[in-house]
């Protein structure tokens, strides 16, 4: 008969032998833990140090601690439902610290919670109630990753994760069941064991496998760059990038060894989902097979064995795996890092990648070709130069100054402009904002630009900039900052979405899919705005795959100059996802979605939808004479 209201049973007392027993239990199992723990500790204390790194502000820092970690708010959101199993483990876990430190001090004699007393049976309540959750978590946990077994996964079983995940049941288990027993007996001296039993083998395995997240995550999102894709500046004329092991900061390592092995960043990679090598999680896993075998102070190469250069060249930069990640590892400034290494060692050899930087250097442009080109395209739309008295720079970009269907969109938006009577002019002397060459790698040509460019600015008095393409914004308003104060820059769709009440609108039943750029939505936090702009417009539809999750175009990372893919082509993908949604047409709101998808809608030939860009849409509405 279990009795009406059950407390936590414990041992009376425990003998000497015991004690003692527990004592060198618990000491061997400390010992089994800091050997490897102490290990991996030393190779990220013992890594490069982060140069540009600032402890402070500290709030931001704090703020992700508390939603990331204590809530698992991106666990839970970017997969509710083993997120949610996940969360109810790690909240048992945070409960059961009271409680495990209780059970070591009964063990001794010493306990502090009195499970009769009024706040020791008020928290072994708690406790019971996150047992029972943290249980249910495991055993979803388990059902997953042993009879679902979703791919990204990865194809082996992991039988450490089936005897951690027993370890945790047991855990549970053995402290709920001590609710139904009495002190004095056999039944309550043997559970106590049990659990001790657990918690002593549970700890050395946390650092001898993946479960070593669940001591440096904690740090790993407290301690992250912050932001989204913030690629460190270098550091001195020794500094290349990663290239070798001496190369890999504090915060690489770190993160290397943070990695829990979910695989969220390869299940929503678009370079992995179209059939290329690159896998983000073998990204991270390969930079911690180096630390293991070579360690930080090791000058063998990380792109060769261990990792792979045509995998680091294949990488969109999208940065789903980054925006992904609930553990805090910052993909992108390794992507890009490893990149630089082989660029600025000269390993990289690439012809439409050597073309690419030639034509910036010798040129303005990333297609190469001549600036006179873009006087003519300015004198034929008759746009106005800049001069200092206009509210904005209107900053074409080498896809609105030379690319033939982002010069419409430039021209509708400059109808749009001056229907708002809105001020605006074009820089003269405009060069590529370096963006492509910026995440290829090769920081010396993104330097040379960016600097021209905010000369420029600067002998024109810029402070306000309007712009297309959201790449331009991305790399003028955050990568310039490296070497200077870059103006205001805002992508049109913002602008178009302040502007919406004088903007005429229409009643139609077009149905419109819109396309998440990578650079506007993840990179800008940008969603909202452009479904505004086409609210006016028609019927808004969602692709499958939208907002944050929204599926690359496949043009970024300086792959949209890079020639063929290997594989299903990134852009047709996406191209089919958003034909298939029945929409008349596709939005998009930057010049290199649009190029991608103008090639990968021309297989599907007249019963293709029509792309336009959210400025096309606002424009065709506009009276013709404007
Ligand atoms: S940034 Fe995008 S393409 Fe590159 S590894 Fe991450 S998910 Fe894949
Ligand atoms: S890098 Fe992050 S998202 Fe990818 S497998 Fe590791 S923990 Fe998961």
Redesign the pocket.
Known sequence: MLPLHPILAEPAHFSLIEKLILLALTVASVAAFWSRFGVVLNKILHSKKDADFHIFPLGRRVWDFFWEVLCQAKVIRERPLPGLAHAFVFWGFCAFALVTLNHFAAGLGIPFLDPAGLFGRFYFYLAAAFALACAAGILGLFIRRFLVRPRWLGAKLSYESGFIAFLIFALMATYLAAFFVTDDSLATRVLWWLHTLALLTFLPIIPHTKHLHLVLSPATVFLSRGGFSRIPPLHGDEDFGLVAGTDLTQLVSLQAYSCVECGR?TE?????NTGKI?N?KE?VLGLRGYLNDLGPASDQPLLGKYNSQEAAF?????????FQCPVGIE??PI?VGLRRGAVNTGAWENDHGGKLFLNLERGSNAMGISTSERDKFIQKQSLPWFDGTQEYCLWLGCMGAYDPKGREIVSDLARILRHLNVTFGVLRKEKCTGDPVRRLGNDLLFQQLAEANLETFAQNKVTKVITICPHCVRTIQEDWKEFGTPPAAEHHSEFLARHATALTSVLSEEKIVYHDP?YLGRYRNVYEEPRAVIGLAGQLVEAPRNHERSF?CGAG?GLAFLGEETGDRVSSVRAAELVATGAQTIATACPFCNSMFRDALAAAGDHAPQLLDIAQLTARRLPESQ
């Open positions: 960043c929503h990679c678009p370079a992995n690159l983000p990204i294949q990488c969109t930069t999208c940065g789903a795996c980054e993909h992108l992507l990578c690359c990372g």
